[in-house]
Structure formats: structure tokens, C-alpha cells
């Protein structure tokens, strides 16, 4: 067998999210649906992806793999990301398929996802070009007191106060960057139509359910003073989830990246993630 690594990216406006779900839209099952086509594969394809984003959640480096007969990759192998590309629609995109390294999984071998979250605090609303992917916040935002807040929960933490909690799943993850930063217009963006645009940099080892989201929702809340900059790390230290917690719309959320050890290293990572993972 072959184990092939393909990137990709996605506008998750019209998906149900990442997962198969029968008779819903999902980027899964838009992919496998075309890989199975184009690979001529004997039975459906299988993917294992580094992160299931949620429904109108989008990705610009979200990483998969597939598993398949070394037949089948010497017989497409070379015209494979081309047949993809015609078979998929416009709102997904492969942009590359190679044969991944000796131990490489797209899940476990991961070091860090990286998020970004896009919100505008402007009057008028969001530019209308970015409103796919750009959530309007209808009150001025501080981007002061949000990284004061936010710095506050980096490191190792149960993050369960910002997360819906998953049956026999840990929720202690490493949150290894959280900030904000407020956007510069560049060349032909200067001028009056201008919409500022506040985006938060989320990485971490590994996210639970609507956590993103979730810290993202704290920090509006300080963002416009309706909370003190210290409540976020007050209702983390509780470890239950908090209803003043309210979880972000999804689609100024994106995966812009996932990192991943050097060769050597993988296998070490799988297993050390899938022990973690099982509480070993």
C-alpha cells in the first residue's frame, strides 16, 4: 500500500462541515466522491484529515491521507492532481498529492494547528467582497485588552470551560499562541473603503470541539468591556462551561495551517498522540 499526503483547501459557506453525513453536503464526502472517480478505486475512498472543521467553518491548509494499492498510484500517479481538480467543484481545491513518508499520519502525527479568526468592528458592516469570511462585531473592539486576556490562557490547560466535551475525550490541550492583531490597509486598499479588520492567530497542539470558537467569543466579550480582562482565565479555572461563554459564528474561522515533525520523528508522534489521546 501507498500512503498518499493531500493538501488542500476549502470555502465552507455551503459544506455541512468536514465530516460524511448522509444526504448533507460535506467536504469528506465532495473529496472521496471525486478521488474515488478519478483513482478508480475498487471501494470508496477512506480519508483520515488533521482537523474536522465545523459546518461554514473554511481551510486554506487543512491536510488528509489516503491509503492506497501501489497499483493504483503507478497507474494515475502523474495526472492525479489534474483529474482531481476537474472533478471537484469551485468551493474545494487539492493543492498537491504526494506519497507521504514512512509513519506519517494527516490526524496524529500533527505538532500544531493553526487557526485564524476574522472579525470588523467598523460602523458600516464588512466589506461585502470579505463577507463570506469576516464577521461583523456591531461594537468598537480593543485589541489591547484582548491580548491581555488572551495571553493569560496559553500553555497546557483543561480547556473543557471552552469546549463541547465529547464522550471519553480529553480536553486538555496546549494552547501554544493566542493573539490579535488589527489589519493594515496595503496598495489599493487605501482610501475611505476600507473595512478594519481584527484577526486573532489560534495554535495549538490539537483543538476540541468549538473551542476556537468559543475563546473567541470570550474575547468579544472583553474586546468591547462587557467583561474584565481577567474573566476568560476565571471561567477556564472552573472547567465546566460557562453560559456567558457564547461560541463565534463559524465563518470568520479558518484553518491556515498544520504542522508536522520532521521524517525521522513521525512515528514518534503517532504514537505519542494516540496515547495521550487514550489517556496512556
Known sequence: MVRLRIDLSYDGTEFAGWARQRE??????????????????????QLTVAG??????HARGQVAHLDVSEEVWAAVGDVALRR?????????????????????????GAIWRRYAYR??????????????????????LDETRMNAAAERLVGEHDFASFCRKREGATTIRCLQEFSW??????????????????????????????????????????GTGRKPVDWPLEVLGRAVRDSGVHVAPA??????????????????????TRRRRDGG
Not at 474536522?52 to 467553518?57: E, K, L, M
Not at 470541539?209 to 472583553?222: D, E, F, I, Q, Y
Not at 479558518?254 to 513521525?266: C, F, H, I, N, Q
Open 24 to 45: 448533507l453536503r460535506t467536504v469528506q464526502g465532495t473529496l472521496e466522491s471525486a478521488l474515488t472517480t478519478v483513482l478508480r478505486l475498487p471501494e470508496p475512498a
Open 52 to 57: 474536522r472543521t465545523d459546518a461554514g467553518v
Open 181 to 222: 492583531a488589527r489589519e493594515t490597509p496595503t496598495g489599493a486598499e487605501v482610501g475611505p473603503a476600507f473595512r478594519p479588520v481584527i484577526v486573532a492567530t489560534v495554535r495549538a497542539d490539537a483543538f476540541c470541539h468549538n473551542m476556537v470558537r468559543s475563546l473567541v467569543g470570550a474575547m468579544l466579550a472583553v
Open 251 to 272: 465563518h470568520g474561522l479558518t484553518l491556515e495551517e498544520v504542522a508536522y515533525p520532521s521524517d525521522g520523528l513521525l512515528a514518534a508522534r503517532v504514537l505519542a
Open 84 to 108: 482531481v481538480a476537474g472533478a471537484l467543484p469551485r468551493d474545494v481545491r487539492v493543492r498537491d498529492i504526494t506519497v507521504a513518508p514512512e509513519g506519517f499520519d494527516a490526524r496524529f
Open 119 to 140: 472579525v470588523c468592528d467598523a460602523p458600516g458592516g464588512v466589506d461585502p467582497l470579505r463577507r463570506g469570511s469576516v464577521v461583523w462585531h456591531d461594537r468598537p
